[in-house]
């Protein structure tokens, strides 16, 4: 059978002008089988431009694309045209035919295939299955609701078993409960096959939960890239850090002198790190400011709040201080209204310290 | 480099239309052409006229009194099938088995062949056999379309308010069609009159749908041939004889071929002309809106 | 303004409901205070739009009573309702400028030009279009079109109440949340009540005082945001509010004590014998812990850096249990611990209240 061969997908140096705008400047990036390769990065990061640009769809301005080849050789995957890629794609709407069944919809690929026929049977089932819209094969796709419809148009991209599948915030238009399900679901879903998945997001919640390897987008360039936790763990840039977090990532700018961190218009703190005397930037993320006192070393903020969003377990509460928007994510309910002066907690241990350049030390 | 290979490669896929409209469009266009600046006496013998013909047909009244027929009739069409058809599909329903009854019902006389409703009407509306004009007779109305020129007009618009209004309607019910719910229950809550729903939602959206449908009822109207042609000749006298019908008469009837070309490019002329100011004038709104 | 109440309301699409399912609304009472923020909080045909298409009068109730303050509006139309609505998509009039858009609604109610320009002016002024009010209004971005559908209802001083119908959901979500601010401190500063369809929760949660959860055409609680996520009155309120939603283990109760597959659990109050009906205990991931043992087995963890959580199996039932960062944990046997005052015991899905 084609297709599903594990091979490993390689973009080298691809750059996207369209009409003297870059949508890619001087991307790298590699996409391996067996895991989400996720791509992290806002609106307009170039995460699609990408995605197409994979696909076939758009082509490079310059760079290259290369796949795995037999014996180890590489193929270059530059000029080939999109029919003769073997490519699973979805799209943030739900993309299926109106007119066909579900398992019409499903069987489509593979009869463009020339798959036999008693094969394209037992393959539609095992993914309906799979993804369990099996008791829907007979309806048609506008008569489901958004998740199932999804589904089938996930189940289509993953019936041929192509090399390489791209999904573009697939998630993104379902329902928050559906998309806990789905999300749950999808690594289980990609582990079984040998395709080489790529899944573009904003929600850097949702990288967390797919995990595997993350590319971050930022203005058309790669970040950061590496394995998921270590890329939110460790981050090389303030500009990693942002775009890897949500709620937005705290900032402030501080200055070390003689062993001594001063916040500024805030707290002190003694350094641990052993920073040379100078102007840096220090950033923790929105769960890491508290409303109540974390540990002994804690630095205390008064500060002023302007909205508290409520998500049902947890609360963000934004907050004005020191010149910045703050947020604290904390769990439980916390109804602060707009102006309440709180007081809040950060942990100097948490911190993370960038160079004036937004470099990470 | 890329790319302007790739556009020249292009150009190799629009030659089959290039060829395609050359034959089926300029080649007989030349023709006309060719003929509207010569004289001919027979045996395929050609004098070179110049401008001759086109000077004779623009100061000619016969083509005056056409023309100006031509733009009354257009006119008079337009002023009645515009508002009809907004209003009829105004009044029908939204949805339900009578939006699909409406739907065929309207799209039935548009279905029949242009000659055949010429017939239908020529005998409808005769004075003696005709359900309609005898109707009209009986009631003590002086009707007869074969000898009175009022007559012959309002039977020939009426014929074209059958036939082309559903057409408008059409367009008309799609453009409302594609209105949300939203916008209605908006405007009930914003206390609007059934006026203002029309003027402040009906009509911007429907705005579109209906350049179109006056862009094709003026077009066919101004070129009207087949209706009028069955049902009254261009007469009584030369009362309903519109362009279209005179270019005709002077091709056919009198076989003056130099003229009759002269005057089809000056009607291909005007037709393009009054459709661009059409065009024009109902796009503004949209560039305005633009800015 | 008045409170709005709703006497044994109910509404059926179809003719003539028989069962309970034929009502795409069932039968409720309910007072909206005067001045209240409320949200409907449900899935799609939970029947959160049909309620509030019965509360503008664009829908008449098959069934019950519609009353603002003492007056009965069951039969009157929207128009007579004084109510403004803000609906899924931006309705605005696109060959009008913003201005005259605001004032629409109060010439078609015969203001005078003076009143309606101080009017305009002050609305104008409070939601930031003063700069905007002679542009356009088909040229403005979504965001901007919703604000003035808004200010259409806001302009007029004697509305009753302004009905949102998932207002956000064109919205760029990075504007969101603004939005959102700007509804709540328009609520402060206006005091209309308000009532704000969604099926989004955080929508609902951020920007209601009390949050109606509706499911099935049903309205299965009405609380604050603490009452929804600490006592969920229905087992569908457990699995909505929160991610992940709360864990529900069929169990046995008795007293003090519930049992699950012979594994005893104990509570934080006391229940009378419930016999065998549909017995549930739910228990929210925040309040599971993880300890020293093997009653139960961690799965998988997912770690999404700020916690983690485990999927865990306990006499054959999966949970989800919320780990915090910093505490190491990996897949295998484990103890579980139920926090015996967050564990709540749920009857044919209803919460059932036990004594302290």
């Given at each position: 059978m084609r297709g599903a061969n594990w091979v490993a997908f390689e973009v080298k140096n691809i750059t996207l002008t369209v009409g003297g705008e870059a949508y890619l400047s001087a991307v790298d990036a590699c996409f391996t089988p067996g895991g989400f390769n996720v791509l992290l990065g806002p609106t307009l990061s170039g995460k699609t431009s990408l995605l197409r640009v994979l696909a076939g769809l758009d082509a490079p301005t310059s760079g290259q694309i290369v796949m795995d080849g037999p014996n180890q050789s590489k193929v270059d995957l530059t000029g080939v045209a999109v029919k003769k890629r073997s490519i699973g794609f979805v799209y943030q709407q739900f993309i299926n035919y109106p007119s066909m069944s579900v398992f019409d919809n499903i069987a489509s690929p593979l009869r463009v295939m020339k798959t036999p026929k008693a094969d394209i049977h037992a393959r539609v089932e095992k993914i309906a299955d799979l993804l369990a819209i099996g008791p829907m094969l007979k309806r048609k796709p506008l008569e489901l609701s958004g998740g199932q419809q999804q589904r089938v148009a996930l189940a289509r991209a993953l019936v041929r078993e192509a090399d390489l599948v791209l999904l573009d915030e697939p998630l993104a238009n379902l329902d928050y409960k559906l998309r806990e399900e789905l999300r749950a679901e999808l690594p289980k879903l990609f582990n079984q096959?040998?395709?080489?998945?790529?899944?573009?997001?904003?929600?850097?919640?949702?990288?967390?939960?797919?995990?595997?390897?993350?590319?971050?987008?930022?203005?058309?360039?790669?970040?950061?890239?590496?394995?998921?936790?270590?890329?939110?763990?460790t981050p090389n840039s303030l500009q990693s850090a942002r775009t890897f977090s949500d709620p937005p990532l705290n900032s402030a700018p501080a200055v070390c002198s003689g062993g001594t961190v001063q916040i500024a218009g805030g707290p002190t703190y003694k350094d641990t790190l052993?920073?040379?005397?100078?102007a840096y930037q220090i950033g923790f993320r929105a769960h890491q400011l508290h409303v109540k006192k974390p540990s002994r070393n804690a630095l205390d903020v008064s500060a002023c709040v302007a909205i508290t969003e409520i998500t049902g377990s947890e609360s963000f509460i934004h907050v004005d201080l020191l010149g910045q928007r703050w947020t604290a994510l904390v769990h439980g309910i916390h109804p602060y209204s707009e102006g309440d002066q709180v007081t809040l907690y950060l942990d100097p241990a948490d911190f993370m310290v960038f160079r004036q350049d937004g470099s990470a030390l | 480099m890329m790319q302007k290979k790739l556009n020249q490669k292009a150009w190799f896929l629009v030659l089959p239309v290039f060829l395609l409209v050359a034959f089926s469009a300029?080649?007989?266009?030349?023709?006309?052409?060719?003929?509207?600046?010569?004289?001919?006496?027979?045996?395929?013998?050609?004098y070179w006229v110049g401008a001759e013909w086109f000077e004779e047909i623009l100061n000619s009244s016969r083509f005056h009194d056409a023309l100006g027929r031509q733009l009354l009739f257009s006119g008079i069409i337009l002023a009645i099938e515009v508002p009809l058809g907004i209003?009829?599909?105004?009044?029908?329903?939204?949805?339900?088995?009578?939006?699909?009854?409406?739907?065929?019902?309207?799209?039935?006389?548009?279905?029949?062949?242009?000659?055949?409703?010429?017939?239908?009407?020529?005998?409808?509306?005769?004075?003696?056999?005709?359900?309609?004009?005898?109707t009209l007779a009986a009631m003590g109305i002086d009707y007869n379309y074969t000898q009175n020129a009022t007559a012959a007009w309002v039977t020939v618009i009426i014929m074209d308010v059958w036939h082309w209004t559903s057409l408008v309607v059409l367009l008309c019910y799609a453009g409302l069609s594609s209105i949300p719910d939203a916008f209605y229950q908006a405007a009930k809550i914003d206390g609007a009159s059934r006026w203002a729903v029309f003027r402040f939602i009906q009509f911007p959206k429907m705005q579109r749908v209906l350049l179109i449908a006056v862009l094709l009822r003026f077009m066919d109207s101004f070129m009207i041939y087949t209706e009028p042609f069955v049902v009254t000749g261009g007469g009584p006298g030369n009362s309903t004889t519109f362009l279209s019908i005179d270019l005709v008469k002077m091709a056919i009837g009198q076989f003056d071929l130099g003229p009759a070309a002269a005057f089809s490019l000056i009607y291909f002329l005007i037709v393009l002309l009054l459709s661009w100011v059409f065009y024009t004038v109902m796009t503004a709104r949209d560039a305005e809106a633009g800015q | 303004m008045a409170e709005i109440h709703l006497q044994a309301t109910a509404h059926s699409y179809i003719a003539n409901p028989k069962e309970p399912a034929d009502y795409a609304l069932k039968s409720l009472d309910h007072v909206w205070e005067d001045g209240g923020a409320y949200a409907l909080l449900g899935p799609s045909g939970c029947g959160k739009t049909t309620l509030l298409n019965i509360i503008s009068g664009l829908l008449t109730p098959s069934e019950g009573r519609v009353l603002f303050g003492d007056t009965d509006v069951t039969h009157r139309d929207t128009a007579d309702r004084n109510i403004a609505?803000?609906?899924?998509?931006?309705?605005?009039?696109?060959?009008?400028?913003?201005?005259?858009?605001?004032?629409?609604?109060?010439?078609?109610?015969?203001?005078?030009?003076?009143?309606?320009k101080a009017r305009v002016d002050e609305i104008a002024e409070m939601l930031d279009l003063t700069d905007r009010l002679d542009d356009r209004a088909a040229n403005l971005s979504a965001d901007a079109k919703q604000i003035i559908s808004l200010g259409r209802g806001l302009v007029r001083s004697d509305v009753n109440a302004i009905l949102f119908d998932e207002p956000l959901t064109v919205i760029?979500?990075?504007?969101?949340?603004?939005?959102?601010?700007?509804?709540?401190?328009?609520?402060?500063?206006?005091?209309?009540?308000?009532?704000?369809?969604?099926?989004?929760?955080t929508e609902a949660l951020t920007f209601a005082d009390k949050v109606v959860v509706m499911f099935g055409g049903e309205v299965v609680q009405i609380g604050t945001p603490e009452e929804l996520f600490e006592r969920p009155a229905h087992t569908f309120v457990g699995y909505f509010i929160g991610s992940p939603g709360m864990n529900f283990l069929p169990a046995s109760v008795d007293g003090?004590?519930?049992?699950?597959?012979?594994?005893?659990i104990s509570l934080g109050a006391h229940y009378g014998a419930l016999g065998n009906d549909q017995v549930e205990i739910g228990i929210r991931p925040e309040f599971l812990k993880l300890s020293e043992g093997d009653s139960a087995t961690i799965q998988s963890i997912e770690d999404l850096g700020r916690h983690k959580i485990a999927k865990i199996s306990f006499q054959g039932h999966s949970l989800s249990a919320l780990v915090p960062e910093h505490q190491s944990i990996t897949p295998g046997p484990s103890g579980l611990i139920f926090e015996p005052e967050r564990t709540l015991v749920y009857q044919n899905s209803h919460l059932v209240t036990g004594v302290k």
């Open positions: 096959t040998g395709s080489t998945v790529v899944y573009a997001t904003t929600e850097p919640e949702e990288a967390l939960l797919l995990g595997g390897t993350i590319t971050l987008l930022h203005e058309g360039r790669t970040v950061q890239a590496g394995p998921t936790l270590e890329v939110y763990r052993g920073l040379p005397d100078g | 300029v080649l007989p266009l030349m023709t006309v052409v060719n003929y509207s600046v010569q004289d001919s006496f027979g045996n395929n013998e050609f209003w009829i599909a105004l009044s029908m329903p939204k949805k339900g088995w009578g939006a699909s009854l409406c739907l065929v019902l309207m799209a039935l006389p548009l279905l029949i062949p242009w000659n055949v409703v010429g017939t239908i009407w020529q005998i409808f509306a005769r004075a003696d056999i005709g359900l309609l004009g005898h | 609505q803000v609906f899924q998509f931006p309705v605005i009039y696109d060959t009008m400028t913003v201005r005259q858009n605001l004032e629409f609604p109060l010439r078609n109610r015969g203001m005078t030009a003076a009143d309606i760029d979500p990075h504007k969101k949340w603004q939005l959102r601010s700007k509804l709540k401190a328009l609520h402060r500063q206006f005091g209309f009540t308000m009532v704000y369809v969604t099926h989004d929760q003090t004590t519930a049992t699950v597959s012979g594994q005893q």
